[in-house]
């Protein structure tokens, strides 16, 4: 038989790239990667999450480097796997995926989320070796490690979460036994998208002659806790010499209003826009020196684009979040009473304490 179906680059409905590019067939192909390891990673949700997990697919690949890995994932995050070659297939939660899950066996399943819906496709999916989370018949989340009974611990009590020193990285690390030191995060961005970002209003605006610092003013509607107060990015904006920077303002749909009103109160202030795509949104803050944000995904797109970053944290855990020597964290003056909610429940939350005077001395810092 001439059709080599074990290798990694038959899709199955479609010819492969190098017979598509150069009519090769699979008996007189030097392409051929038969897979010794099929992995399904499970990671739904939310973005940041999604991308700041894509750091363990490098360690992943050296431990097993002849492997087929499949990313089950939600539609939202489809995009950040583009042109990614360490991930060899995408299939959506709320599409295909109980369908193809039902159907294959894998060698290795890892599920990193505590979540229950993560933990039934783990537990439904067929495989030899399941590592993370499942899902036992009586809709309970079991670990299936010490490591991984640490990272559950953790999601159920607040003072274990407040008590760990590790980055979310490393500790997932431990659970699926790769070496340190933890890689960045994994994304690509086209010089098609590039291309499409530089035809956008704002970009002419931006030169080479100073730095460009990044102002993600939003942190989306599902945890506005841990937003920095809109009074104090207009003190921070008024503070930054705008004769010695270029001041780009960063935001989703969520932020549209805010935008627009911060960029029409002070024309030096450049508006991105909150209506670019996930990919060109990257694009943008890759034309960033310094990045400032709190703890959202724009904070994970900028570590893996190795910006230097001031990072704002209250009401989440700042051990967590990996920076990889390029940032500074600044954290709430004192005990946040509204730990990991999404509403703050304080007459001056944590992240009001957090002064407009320390976020430029980090600036000024991490410039020098």
Not at 148 to 159: G, N
Not at 187 to 208: D, P, T
Not at 261 to 269: A, G, M, Q, V
Not at 275 to 290: G, H, P, Q, T, Y
């Amino acid at each position: 038989m001439i059709l080599k179906k074990d290798c990694r680059f038959f899709s199955g409905d479609k010819p492969c790239h190098y017979h598509k590019e150069n009519g090769i067939k699979c008996d007189d192909c030097n392409y051929y990667q038969p897979i010794s390891n099929k992995i399904l990673i499970i990671k739904l949700d939310a973005v940041g999450d999604v991308l700041r997990t894509t750091s363990i697919l490098i360690p992943l690949k050296k431990k097993y480097p002849k492997s087929y890995i499949v990313w089950c994932t939600k539609f939202d995050s489809k995009e950040l796997f583009q042109k990614n070659s360490l991930v060899d297939e995408i299939i959506i939660a709320d599409e295909d995926a109980r369908f193809r899950l039902q159907a294959e066996d894998f060698d290795i399943i890892i599920n990193l989320d505590t979540s229950k819906l993560s933990s039934s496709i783990a537990a439904l999916a067929s495989g030899k070796n399941k590592i993370g989370f499942v899902l036992d018949r009586k809709g309970f989340v079991e670990a299936t490690s010490k490591e991984a009974e640490q990272w559950l611990e953790m999601s159920a009590f607040d003072d274990f979460k407040k008590a760990n020193q590790k980055s979310y990285q490393q500790i997932m690390y431990e659970i699926l036994e790769l070496n340190l030191p933890v890689h960045k995060p994994v994304i690509h961005i086209s010089e098609s998208i590039k291309a499409r970002v530089s035809r956008k209003s704002f970009f002419s605006r931006i030169k080479k002659d100073k730095p460009t610092i990044g102002l993600n003013v939003g942190v989306g509607p599902k945890w506005p806790s841990k937003g920095w107060p809109i009074k104090r990015w207009n003190e921070l904006i008024n503070q930054l010499n705008t004769s010695n920077f270029y001041l780009l303002l960063l935001g989703g749909p969520a932020e549209n209003q805010t935008l627009t009103n911060l960029s029409e109160d002070k024309k030096y202030l450049i508006n991105s826009g909150s209506n670019n795509s996930l990919l060109e949104f990257a694009a943008i803050v890759d034309l960033c020196d310094i990045i400032v944000t709190a703890d959202t995904l724009t904070l994970h797109i900028a570590t893996a684009l190795d910006k230097n970053i001031v990072a704002l944290f209250g009401p989440t855990s700042a051990n967590e979040i990996e920076l990889y020597g390029k940032g500074i964290k600044l954290i709430r003056t004192d005990e946040c009473k509204c730990y990991y909610r999404n509403f703050c429940t304080e007459e001056i939350s944590c992240m009001e304490k957090i002064s407009s005077v320390s976020v430029v001395d980090a600036i000024n810092s991490l410039l020098k």
